[in-house]
């Protein structure tokens, strides 16, 4: 604690007192250098609008040591495509990271550049996330949106189309070899006896193949192999599991569960 002024007149204390030196017309838009009442400056500036400290910052004792260009770096955006946290992001060495709620994405920016790997990682129990594209007449699947797609479809032939993300065209141009996996969960409306028109063959991305000698037609593709003629039920559920390892040219395709009735 410092010693207190009481009883003290502004000469005994003059020099002790903090200044600045304006030419007495006080604080104003200019920095100006605080100073004792005997002209020694501090390392501080101050002005109506900003203070400057041209010398070490410490906080209960210990030096902050991050640079101007350090602290600026809070919250950029560069060229490259990067876009960087709004808070310093420090992971000491054999340390935790932590992020309240936010991802940590290791999808790669650049063509001919691997996606990240995670190694000597124990990962926690978790859920995947859930894309729900609700009521649908139509289904387009972007596997950059996630692992497992659930849909109730509305239409007696509902079209498949399964989109080609950027990240899948950047793995092309890379040396090491890639393979994609997306679920899809199928749901008949109240309706039932709806259908799914699955991408034709040939197309420039996108195929789906089914087991060899099953669904060998479109009709019999959806919903089930038998019986013949079988039309589902309002509430039936279908899972589909879709790999590509040509990156997204085709995708080869497997029934997981068929017909299933949560009721049933």
């Not at 007149?9 to 604080?27: F, M, V």
């Not at 009709?219 to 089930?224: I, M, T």
Request: aromatic share 10%; glycine share 12%; with cysteine.
């Amino acid at each position: 604690m410092g010693t207190p002024l009481t009883g003290q007149t502004p000469a005994e204390t003059y020099i002790d007192l903090l200044k600045i030196s304006n030419s007495n017309t006080g604080l104003n838009s200019t920095l100006k250098r605080i100073c004792d009442g005997g002209g020694t400056d501090s390392i501080v500036s101050i002005s109506t609008s900003g203070v400057d400290v041209s010398g070490t910052i410490s906080m209960s004792g210990t030096n902050l040591i991050a640079s101007v260009s350090d602290l600026n770096k809070n919250n950029r955006s560069v060229s490259d495509g990067i876009i960087q946290a709004n808070k310093v992001l420090t992971a000491d060495n054999n340390r935790g990271l932590f992020t309240l709620g936010g991802d940590i994405d290791f999808i790669s920016n650049g063509a001919g550049i691997s996606n990240g790997t995670i190694s000597n990682a124990a990962i926690g129990p978790f859920g995947y996330v859930m894309n729900n594209l609700g009521s649908v007449s139509s289904l387009n699947i972007n596997p950059a949106s996630g692992s497992v797609f659930r849909a109730t479809i509305t239409s007696s032939s509902t079209a498949l189309t399964i989109s080609m993300p950027q990240y899948i065209l950047n793995d092309y141009y890379s040396a090491v070899d890639r393979a994609y996996y997306f679920r899809l969960v199928i749901i008949q409306d109240a309706s039932g006896g709806r259908d799914i028109s699955w991408p034709a063959t040939g197309s420039a991305n996108g195929n789906v193949h089914f087991p060899s000698g099953q669904w060998t037609s479109t009709a019999q593709r959806y919903p089930k192999l038998t019986p013949s003629g079988y039309v589902p039920t309002s509430g039936e559920t279908d899972i589909f599991d879709f790999w590509s390892y040509d990156f997204g040219i085709n995708w080869f395709a497997q029934r997981t569960a068929s017909g299933i009735l949560r009721n049933g």
